[in-house]
């Protein structure tokens, strides 16, 4: 590590941060570019979040990112958010700028996005519908990004169906929002599945979805990487679908952040991959 008078900081903050992955992914970034800078933790109570965004860049930071449960808690402390951000009605990347104000950017929906195009280099948005299981920021994230993408159908499925119709109302375009009870039954003609909910994380039960109706020519990701392989994805290959783990997502939403805050565009490489994973 480069550390002089002039280093460049940025960092996560969340309540609780020791989970967070971020602080070894960008070190591996710093250290491999030989940029004099640091990504720090930080754990922020929710009470001192407005505290923080004002003392932050005076100490020298340039950004930060945010996880739980900051994400929606700090848009009313911005000064500007860009339009995707709004959209998706959450912020995972502050931008400190020189003029003193505070950007606040979401880089899920392009992590998602591009680990779906680099696991699967044969997708198109005019393959088929998708299902989206979860309506959390995470499924906000997603969906705005399959949108944006152009995909013609989204078939959204949620414990809650309350919650599911808010995102609907929220993001406009081609949602549909199905029953809990039928969720195998929208598996039928799709071209995509997404697992937007911590179920099949460590310490969560697994998602129970039959994936009988889900056609073999199916992409299955799930955003959860820990474990790396989720009983879903196990389930998808066994039956003969392409299935992309959820790391990928973390990696790829950290690459306009770190380019904004140390001025250099990093790059996911399989380096990159084993060095995360290998802190278990």
């Known amino acids: 590590m480069i550390l002089t008078g002039k280093a460049r900081l940025a960092g996560v903050a969340g309540w ?87 950007e606040g950017r979401n880089t899920d929906a392009f992590g998602f996005l591009e680990n779906l195009r680099r696991g699967a280099p044969h997708w198109h948005p005019h393959d ?69 909910t911590s179920l099949g994380m460590a310490g969560q039960p697994p998602l129970d979805l039959d994936l009988a109706a889900l056609p073999l020519s199916a992409i299955v990701t799930d955003i959860v990487y820990v474990p790396l392989e989720t009983p879903l994805l196990a389930a998808a290959r066994k039956r003969g679908n392409l299935a992309i783990d959820g790391l990928g997502m973390l990696l790829w939403q950290a690459v306009p952040g770190f380019s904004a805050w140390f001025g250099t565009e990093p790059e996911v490489t399989d380096e990159l991959r084993a060095f995360v994973l290998s802190d278990q």
């Open 16 to 102: 609780p941060v020791g989970h967070s992955r971020s602080p070894r992914l960008h070190g591996f970034w710093l250290e491999k570019l030989g940029i004099d800078g640091a990504y720090l933790p930080l754990a922020i109570a929710p009470e001192d979040l407005t505290q923080a965004i004002v003392t932050l860049p005076k100490l020298g930071f340039r950004g930060i990112n945010l996880t739980i449960p900051h994400k929606e808690a700090v848009l009313p402390l911005l000064d500007t958010i860009e339009p995707l951000a709004a959209r998706i009605g959450a912020v995972n990347t502050l931008i400190f700028k020189e003029n003193g104000t505070v």
């Open 128 to 196: 088929g519908p998708a299902v989206v299981i979860g309506a959390g920021g995470a499924a906000r994230a997603v969906i705005a990004a399959l949108t944006d993408a152009g995909l013609n159908e989204i078939r959204l499925v949620n414990r809650s169906r309350d919650r599911a119709e808010r995102l609907a109302r929220d993001l406009g375009g081609p949602v549909i929002v199905g029953d809990w009870e039928k969720r195998a039954s929208l598996l039928e003609g799709a071209a995509l599945l997404v697992n937007t």
